[in-house]
C-alpha cells in the first residue's frame, strides 16, 4: 500500500471482536492469565496494551522500522534513549537541538558521566573530524534543527557514522514520515514528539522511538518497560487519530509556511527568514532532494532584537503566542526566553538562537489571513 493508505490502516485493522473501524480504548491496567505465566499477549499496562500496540505498529510501518516505542512524552522517549548509553559514552550531537534536549544532556546526564560535543551538523568534515576524535556510541541528529531551520544529509551523515561504528539517532518531528524517513537513508533509531505533527491536534503529549535492527529494539523495549514513560491509552488513540490525516495537514501545513516564509522574506525590520523551501536556505536544494515537502516551521530574526520580537508577538491575531508546534492552530514563540531558555545565552547566541529570533509553527487555516497576520506585524515595528 501506498503511504497515504498506510496512514489510515496500517496497524489498525478492524477490531476482530466487534467490527469496530476504530482501535478500541483499552483501559486497563492489568490482564487475565490463563495460568501463572500463561497470557494472550498482554500483563500489565507499563509492559504493553492493545491500544499502544495499535500506536506502536503504525509508526513502525509508516516510519519502516523493525519495531515501534511509544512514550509519555517526546523527552521520556529521549530520556529512555541515553538509557541505552553506559556510564562514559560519548555522544557527537548538533549544535542547533531542542532546547529540551540539550537540557538533559548538559543538566543531567553529564553528571552520569555523558560525553556530549556539539559540531555543526551541515558540515560532513565537522561530523567526521567529531566522529574519528574518539569512540562514539550515538550520532543525534535533528534535521530540520529546532530553531534554525538547518538540515543535515542524512545518507552522507549514515556512511561517517557506519566508517565510525557509530549508531545513528535521528529527531524527525519537524519533518514527520509524510516528508522524511531517516531509517531509509541508513539511521537506527528515529525520534518522536508525537505531540507535534503526529498527533496534530495540540491535545495529547507524547513521544516514540522507532528502532531498525531487532536486538536493537529488543534493548529498547526492554528499557521502555523497565523506565515506564509509557502513554496511556487515550493518549495512543488519539495520535492514531492524528495520523490518519497526517498527509493531508502537513501539505496544509507546507503550503502555509511556503507563503509566510515569502511574504516575510524582505520585509522591512526582518533580519533573515529560515525556511527549507527558500531558494535562499543554504540547504535548499538538500531538502528538495531529501524530503517530500518543506514542512511547516518558519524562523525569522527580528533586526530590532528582543524588543521588535515581543512587539512583533504582541501584535499577532491569528497566530497563539505558545509553546510547541505541529497542532492544526499556528503558533508563535520567542526561542531564546521560551523553549531555550535552559540554553546559556553565550551559547545560545554563539549557535545563532538571537533574543530577536521567533519560530513560527504555521497551521492549517487559510494561509491569506497567516500572511495577512504577520505583515501586520511586521508593519507595527
Known amino acids: 500500500m501506498r503511504f497515504d493508505t498506510r496512514l489510515i490502516h496500517a496497524g489498525q485493522p478492524p477490531d476482530p471482536l466487534t467490527g469496530a473501524v476504530n482501535v478500541p480504548v483499552y483501559l486497563s491496567s492489568t490482564f487475565e492469565q490463563t495460568a501463572p505465566n500463561k497470557d494472550r499477549g498482554f500483563v500489565y499496562g507499563r509492559t504493553g496494551n492493545p491500544t499502544r500496540?495499535?500506536?506502536?505498529?503504525?509508526?513502525?510501518?509508516?516510519?519502516?522500522?523493525?519495531?515501534?516505542?511509544?512514550?509519555?512524552s517526546g523527552l521520556g522517549a529521549f530520556a529512555t534513549l541515553l538509557e541505552?548509553?553506559?556510564?562514559?559514552?560519548?555522544?557527537?550531537?548538533?549544535?542547533?537541538l531542542y532546547g529540551g534536549s540539550y537540557r538533559l544532556f548538559e543538566h543531567h546526564r553529564r553528571q552520569f558521566g555523558l560525553s556530549v560535543e556539539y559540531v555543526d551538523t551541515t558540515n560532513p568534515e565537522a561530523i567526521w573530524s567529531a566522529l574519528r576524535a574518539a569512540k562514539t556510541r550515538l550520532l543525534y541528529l535533528e534535521t530540520p534543527?529546532?530553531?534554525?531551520?538547518?538540515?543535515?544529509?542524512?545518507?552522507?551523515?549514515?556512511?561517517?557514522?557506519?566508517?565510525?561504528?557509530?549508531?545513528?539517532?535521528?529527531?524527525?518531528?519537524?519533518?514527520?514520515?509524510a516528508l522524511q524517513r531517516p531509517l531509509e537513508h541508513g539511521a537506527h533509531i528515529v525520534l518522536h514528539s508525537t505531540t507535534k505533527y503526529l498527533g496534530g491536534h495540540s491535545d495529547i503529549i507524547g513521544g516514540a522511538?522507532?528502532?531498525?535492527?531487532?536486538?536493537?529494539?529488543?534493548?529498547?523495549?526492554?528499557?521502555?518497560?523497565?523506565?515506564?514513560?509509557?502513554?496511556?491509552?487515550?493518549?495512543?488513540?488519539?495520535?492514531?487519530?492524528?495520523?490518519?490525516?497526517?498527509?493531508?495537514?502537513?501539505?496544509a501545513h507546507g503550503k502555509s509556511a511556503q507563503a509566510v516564509a515569502q511574504s516575510l522574506e524582505g520585509a522591512r525590520g526582518v533580519r533573515r527568514v529560515l525556511y527549507p523551501g527558500l531558494k535562499s536556505h543554504p540547504q535548499h536544494a538538500l531538502a528538495r532532494r531529501q524530503m517530500d515537502g518543506f514542512g511547516g516551521m518558519v524562523s525569522l530574526e527580528l533586526?530590532?532584537?528582543?524588543?521588535?520580537?515581543?512587539?512583533?508577538?504582541?501584535?499577532?491575531?491569528?497566530f497563539t503566542l505558545a509553546e510547541s508546534l505541529g497542532g492544526v492552530e499556528s503558533l508563535a514563540e520567542h526561542p531564546a526566553s521560551m523553549t531555550h531558555s535552559s540554553v546559556p545565552r553565550a551559547e545560545r547566541e554563539k549557535r545563532g538562537v538571537s533574543d530577536g529570533l521567533v519560530r513560527l509553527s504555521c497551521g492549517i487555516e487559510d494561509p491569506e489571513d497567516l500572511v495577512e497576520d504577520v505583515r501586520a506585524a511586521i508593519r507595527g515595528l
Request: charged fraction near 25%; proline fraction near 6%; charge should be positive.
Open 53 to 72: 500496540a495499535a500506536l506502536e505498529a503504525a509508526l513502525a510501518d509508516l516510519e519502516g522500522g523493525d519495531r515501534g516505542l511509544a512514550f509519555s
Open 209 to 251: 522511538l522507532v528502532v531498525r535492527g531487532r536486538p536493537l529494539a529488543e534493548r529498547l523495549a526492554w528499557l521502555q518497560n523497565a523506565v515506564g514513560a509509557v502513554p496511556s491509552p487515550f493518549d495512543c488513540f488519539l495520535v492514531l487519530r492524528g495520523i490518519k490525516t497526517l498527509s493531508l495537514r502537513m501539505r
Open 303 to 318: 533586526k530590532g532584537g528582543a524588543p521588535a520580537a515581543r512587539r512583533f508577538l504582541k501584535r499577532l491575531r491569528v
Open 84 to 96: 541505552m548509553l553506559p556510564s562514559g559514552s560519548r555522544v557527537v550531537a548538533g549544535d542547533d
Open 145 to 177: 534543527t529546532n530553531p534554525l531551520l538547518k538540515l543535515c544529509d542524512l545518507s552522507e551523515a549514515v556512511r561517517l557514522a557506519r566508517a565510525a561504528k557509530t549508531l545513528v539517532a535521528v529527531d524527525n518531528t519537524f519533518a514527520s514520515p
